[in-house]
Protein backbone atom coordinates (compact mmCIF):
# COMPACT_ATOMS: atom_id res chain seq x y z
CA UNK A 1 0.00 0.00 0.00
CA UNK A 2 1.91 3.33 -1.05
CA UNK A 3 1.32 5.74 1.73
CA UNK A 4 3.10 8.86 2.96
CA UNK A 5 2.73 10.81 6.10
CA UNK A 6 1.60 14.79 4.79
CA UNK A 7 1.69 18.06 7.08
CA UNK A 8 0.37 21.44 6.89
CA UNK A 9 1.88 24.27 8.67
CA UNK A 10 -0.92 27.15 9.87
CA UNK A 11 0.83 30.37 11.47
CA UNK A 12 0.79 33.73 11.17
CA UNK A 13 4.21 35.49 9.56
CA UNK A 14 5.20 39.25 10.53
CA UNK A 15 5.17 41.03 7.51
CA UNK A 16 8.30 41.48 5.77
CA UNK A 17 10.74 39.30 8.33
CA UNK A 18 11.81 36.78 6.20
CA UNK A 19 14.13 34.73 8.51
CA UNK A 20 11.79 35.43 11.48
CA UNK A 21 8.91 33.68 9.45
CA UNK A 22 11.28 31.11 8.03
CA UNK A 23 12.66 29.78 11.27
CA UNK A 24 8.93 30.01 13.04
CA UNK A 25 7.63 28.00 9.72
CA UNK A 26 10.62 25.72 10.49
CA UNK A 27 10.56 25.50 13.96
CA UNK A 28 6.84 24.55 13.58
CA UNK A 29 7.36 21.99 10.77
CA UNK A 30 9.93 20.23 13.67
CA UNK A 31 6.59 19.41 15.89
CA UNK A 32 5.35 16.68 13.43
CA UNK A 33 6.89 13.91 11.78
CA UNK A 34 6.04 13.61 7.83
CA UNK A 35 7.33 12.97 4.39
CA UNK A 36 6.20 16.10 3.01
CA UNK A 37 5.27 19.67 4.93
CA UNK A 38 3.22 22.01 3.25
CA UNK A 39 3.68 25.69 4.16
CA UNK A 40 1.38 28.87 3.59
CA UNK A 41 0.90 31.28 0.65
CA UNK A 42 3.75 33.98 0.93
CA UNK A 43 4.71 32.77 4.04
CA UNK A 44 8.31 34.06 3.97
CA UNK A 45 7.33 37.95 3.42
CA UNK A 46 3.34 38.77 4.70
CA UNK A 47 0.65 39.09 2.13
CA UNK A 48 -0.49 42.64 2.09
CA UNK A 49 2.03 44.79 0.21
CA UNK A 50 2.05 48.87 -0.68
CA UNK A 51 4.54 49.29 -2.88
CA UNK A 52 6.41 47.64 -5.61
CA UNK A 53 9.84 49.01 -4.21
CA UNK A 54 8.73 47.28 -1.37
CA UNK A 55 8.04 43.95 -2.78
CA UNK A 56 11.35 44.07 -4.72
CA UNK A 57 13.16 44.37 -2.03
CA UNK A 58 11.72 41.31 -0.75
CA UNK A 59 11.11 38.78 -3.53
CA UNK A 60 13.59 35.92 -3.59
CA UNK A 61 15.79 34.02 -6.20
CA UNK A 62 14.08 30.66 -6.37
CA UNK A 63 17.32 28.90 -6.09
CA UNK A 64 19.40 30.64 -4.17
CA UNK A 65 16.93 33.14 -1.35
CA UNK A 66 16.32 33.10 1.84
CA UNK A 67 13.58 30.59 1.69
CA UNK A 68 15.27 27.94 -0.81
CA UNK A 69 18.82 28.02 1.54
CA UNK A 70 16.53 27.45 4.38
CA UNK A 71 13.89 25.16 3.16
CA UNK A 72 16.99 22.81 1.78
CA UNK A 73 18.79 22.95 4.74
CA UNK A 74 16.28 21.56 6.88
CA UNK A 75 15.15 19.14 4.30
CA UNK A 76 18.07 17.95 3.77
CA UNK A 77 18.52 17.35 7.35
CA UNK A 78 15.33 15.75 8.06
CA UNK A 79 15.30 13.64 4.64
CA UNK A 80 11.92 15.29 3.97
CA UNK A 81 10.60 17.35 1.58
CA UNK A 82 8.80 20.98 1.93
CA UNK A 83 6.54 23.25 -0.22
CA UNK A 84 6.55 26.76 0.82
CA UNK A 85 4.87 30.11 -1.01
CA UNK A 86 7.18 32.69 -1.82
CA UNK A 87 7.80 36.20 -3.76
CA UNK A 88 10.05 34.91 -6.62
CA UNK A 89 12.27 37.30 -8.01
CA UNK A 90 12.32 36.93 -12.00
CA UNK A 91 14.26 38.28 -15.19
CA UNK A 92 13.20 42.10 -15.87
CA UNK A 93 12.07 43.01 -12.75
CA UNK A 94 9.23 40.57 -12.78
CA UNK A 95 7.11 39.16 -9.68
CA UNK A 96 5.58 36.23 -9.43
CA UNK A 97 3.14 34.90 -6.28
CA UNK A 98 4.79 31.66 -6.28
CA UNK A 99 5.29 28.13 -4.12
CA UNK A 100 8.68 26.28 -4.15
CA UNK A 101 8.68 22.21 -3.96
CA UNK A 102 12.47 21.21 -1.86
CA UNK A 103 13.93 18.41 -1.24
CA UNK A 104 17.10 16.90 0.36
CA UNK A 105 18.82 17.98 -2.82
CA UNK A 106 17.56 21.32 -3.08
CA UNK A 107 14.66 23.19 -5.09
CA UNK A 108 12.74 20.93 -7.23
CA UNK A 109 10.35 23.32 -9.15
CA UNK A 110 8.78 26.59 -8.43
CA UNK A 111 4.96 27.10 -9.59
CA UNK A 112 3.56 30.26 -9.99
CA UNK A 113 0.25 31.19 -8.99
CA UNK A 114 -2.06 31.43 -12.22
CA UNK A 115 -5.17 33.24 -10.65
CA UNK A 116 -3.89 36.13 -9.10
CA UNK A 117 -6.82 37.28 -6.09
CA UNK A 118 -7.67 41.36 -6.13
CA UNK A 119 -5.39 43.51 -5.86
CA UNK A 120 -2.18 41.00 -6.32
CA UNK A 121 -3.02 41.77 -9.95
CA UNK A 122 -1.42 44.94 -8.83
CA UNK A 123 1.71 43.32 -7.43
CA UNK A 124 2.53 40.57 -8.90
CA UNK A 125 2.82 38.55 -12.75
CA UNK A 126 0.29 36.02 -13.10
CA UNK A 127 1.69 32.67 -13.95
CA UNK A 128 3.21 31.91 -17.22
CA UNK A 129 4.80 28.37 -16.91
CA UNK A 130 2.08 25.37 -17.01
CA UNK A 131 0.50 23.20 -13.92
CA UNK A 132 2.84 19.95 -13.17
CA UNK A 133 3.09 16.99 -10.96
CA UNK A 134 6.62 15.88 -9.07
CA UNK A 135 7.58 12.76 -7.12
CA UNK A 136 7.94 13.03 -3.84
CA UNK A 137 8.89 10.05 -2.39
CA UNK A 138 5.72 7.38 -3.85
CA UNK A 139 3.39 10.19 -4.80
CA UNK A 140 2.55 12.21 -7.56
CA UNK A 141 2.31 15.83 -5.94
CA UNK A 142 0.66 19.10 -7.85
CA UNK A 143 0.97 22.59 -5.94
CA UNK A 144 -2.05 25.17 -6.57
CA UNK A 145 -1.99 28.75 -4.45
CA UNK A 146 -4.94 29.92 -2.42
CA UNK A 147 -7.45 31.56 -5.51
CA UNK A 148 -7.25 29.02 -7.81
CA UNK A 149 -9.38 27.10 -5.97
CA UNK A 150 -11.72 29.10 -8.00
CA UNK A 151 -10.97 27.44 -11.28
CA UNK A 152 -11.65 23.91 -10.95
CA UNK A 153 -9.98 23.46 -14.26
CA UNK A 154 -6.61 23.56 -12.58
CA UNK A 155 -7.66 20.87 -10.20
CA UNK A 156 -8.87 18.41 -12.70
CA UNK A 157 -5.52 19.16 -14.88
CA UNK A 158 -3.26 17.92 -12.02
CA UNK A 159 -5.31 15.06 -11.24
CA UNK A 160 -5.55 13.95 -15.27
CA UNK A 161 -1.64 14.59 -14.82
CA UNK A 162 -2.13 11.68 -12.59
CA UNK A 163 -1.73 13.49 -9.15
CA UNK A 164 -2.61 11.59 -6.11
CA UNK A 165 -1.60 15.27 -3.63
CA UNK A 166 -2.48 18.46 -4.52
CA UNK A 167 -0.82 21.13 -2.05
CA UNK A 168 -2.36 24.27 -1.77
CA UNK A 169 -0.55 26.90 0.18
CA UNK A 170 -3.14 29.76 0.81
CA UNK A 171 -3.50 32.95 2.63
CA UNK A 172 -7.81 32.17 2.24
CA UNK A 173 -10.42 34.98 2.81
CA UNK A 174 -13.43 33.87 1.49
CA UNK A 175 -15.29 31.60 4.36
CA UNK A 176 -16.16 28.60 1.81
CA UNK A 177 -13.14 28.00 0.15
CA UNK A 178 -12.30 25.43 2.72
CA UNK A 179 -15.47 23.66 1.59
CA UNK A 180 -14.98 23.72 -2.06
CA UNK A 181 -11.88 22.16 -1.95
CA UNK A 182 -13.17 19.23 -0.01
CA UNK A 183 -15.60 19.14 -3.77
CA UNK A 184 -12.26 19.60 -5.56
CA UNK A 185 -10.96 15.95 -3.21
CA UNK A 186 -14.17 14.48 -4.47
CA UNK A 187 -14.55 15.19 -7.97
CA UNK A 188 -10.77 14.61 -8.60
CA UNK A 189 -10.42 11.64 -5.90
CA UNK A 190 -7.46 12.70 -4.66
CA UNK A 191 -5.73 14.42 -1.72
CA UNK A 192 -5.45 18.21 -0.85
CA UNK A 193 -3.77 19.90 1.83
CA UNK A 194 -4.28 23.30 2.15
CA UNK A 195 -2.10 25.40 4.53
CA UNK A 196 -3.32 28.38 5.13
CA UNK A 197 -2.22 31.45 7.03
CA UNK A 198 -4.43 32.66 10.19
CA UNK A 199 -4.57 36.07 12.08
CA UNK A 200 -4.85 39.85 10.55
CA UNK A 201 -2.69 41.67 8.69
CA UNK A 202 -3.08 45.84 8.68
CA UNK A 203 -0.30 47.44 6.87
CA UNK A 204 -0.40 50.84 4.59
CA UNK A 205 -1.53 48.93 2.14
CA UNK A 206 -5.12 47.44 3.78
CA UNK A 207 -6.15 45.10 6.56
CA UNK A 208 -6.63 41.34 5.70
CA UNK A 209 -8.39 38.91 7.89
CA UNK A 210 -7.40 35.51 6.92
CA UNK A 211 -9.55 32.22 7.74
CA UNK A 212 -7.13 29.30 9.31
CA UNK A 213 -8.42 26.18 9.79
CA UNK A 214 -5.60 24.74 7.36
CA UNK A 215 -6.93 21.48 6.14
CA UNK A 216 -6.38 17.76 4.13
CA UNK A 217 -8.88 16.36 2.59
CA UNK A 218 -9.33 12.93 1.18
CA UNK A 219 -10.03 11.41 -1.89
CA UNK A 220 -13.37 11.19 -0.68
CA UNK A 221 -13.83 14.27 0.39
CA UNK A 222 -13.66 14.14 3.81
CA UNK A 223 -11.76 16.60 6.07
CA UNK A 224 -9.22 14.15 7.80
CA UNK A 225 -7.44 16.70 9.50
CA UNK A 226 -8.24 20.23 10.50
CA UNK A 227 -6.89 23.17 12.02
CA UNK A 228 -8.67 25.97 14.31
CA UNK A 229 -9.19 29.40 12.65
CA UNK A 230 -6.68 31.54 15.22
CA UNK A 231 -4.34 28.74 16.08
CA UNK A 232 -0.45 28.13 14.96
CA UNK A 233 0.05 24.86 14.62
CA UNK A 234 1.24 21.89 12.32
CA UNK A 235 -0.58 19.03 12.48
CA UNK A 236 0.12 15.50 10.11
CA UNK A 237 -2.14 12.43 8.57
CA UNK A 238 -1.04 9.21 6.81
CA UNK A 239 -2.33 9.51 3.13
CA UNK A 240 -2.99 6.03 1.51
CA UNK A 241 -1.47 6.75 -2.46
CA UNK A 242 -4.42 3.56 -3.04
CA UNK A 243 -7.02 5.92 -2.59
CA UNK A 244 -6.36 8.87 -4.64
CA UNK A 245 -4.90 6.20 -7.61
CA UNK A 246 -8.64 4.06 -7.75
CA UNK A 247 -10.81 6.43 -9.99
CA UNK A 248 -13.21 3.58 -10.60
CA UNK A 249 -16.61 5.11 -9.33
CA UNK A 250 -18.39 1.57 -9.03
CA UNK A 251 -17.35 -1.58 -11.31
CA UNK A 252 -19.32 -0.12 -13.97
CA UNK A 253 -18.31 3.79 -14.08
CA UNK A 254 -14.95 5.79 -13.76
CA UNK A 255 -13.93 8.97 -13.30
CA UNK A 256 -11.68 9.59 -15.72
CA UNK A 257 -12.67 6.70 -18.45
CA UNK A 258 -16.43 7.99 -18.18
CA UNK A 259 -15.66 11.94 -19.16
CA UNK A 260 -16.46 13.17 -22.27
CA UNK A 261 -14.19 15.85 -23.47
CA UNK A 262 -15.39 16.52 -27.13
CA UNK A 263 -17.70 18.05 -24.79
CA UNK A 264 -15.86 19.95 -22.22
CA UNK A 265 -14.02 22.60 -25.30
CA UNK A 266 -15.87 25.63 -24.03
CA UNK A 267 -13.90 25.22 -20.95
CA UNK A 268 -10.54 26.20 -22.62
CA UNK A 269 -11.40 27.94 -25.09
CA UNK A 270 -11.10 31.47 -24.12
CA UNK A 271 -13.97 33.64 -22.49
CA UNK A 272 -15.03 37.45 -23.35
CA UNK A 273 -17.96 37.19 -20.35
CA UNK A 274 -17.31 41.31 -19.16
CA UNK A 275 -17.06 42.39 -22.86
CA UNK A 276 -20.22 40.21 -23.63
CA UNK A 277 -22.52 41.79 -20.46
CA UNK A 278 -21.38 45.57 -21.46
CA UNK A 279 -22.47 45.20 -24.81
CA UNK A 280 -26.10 43.96 -23.32
C1 LIG B 1 -5.77 34.54 -2.12
O1 LIG B 1 -5.63 34.05 -3.24
N1 LIG B 1 -4.70 34.82 -1.38
C2 LIG B 1 -7.09 34.81 -1.57
Redesign the pocket.
Known amino acids: MPSMRIAFVQGRPLFGRTEENLERGLALAATVDADLVVMP?LWSTGYVFSSHEELAALAEDPRKGATAQALTWAAKREKRHYICGFAEAARGGRVYNSAMLVGPSGVKSVYRKLHL?ER?QEWFEPGDIPLAVEKVGPARVGMLI??DWRFPETARALALMGADVIAHP????YPNAQEAMRVRGLENRVYVVTANRTGTETRPGGTVPFTGRSQIVSPAGEVILRAKKSEEVALAEDCDLSRSRDKALSGITHLFDNRRPQFYGVVTAKTRTRKRAARA
Do not use: R, T
Open positions: EFECFSNLV
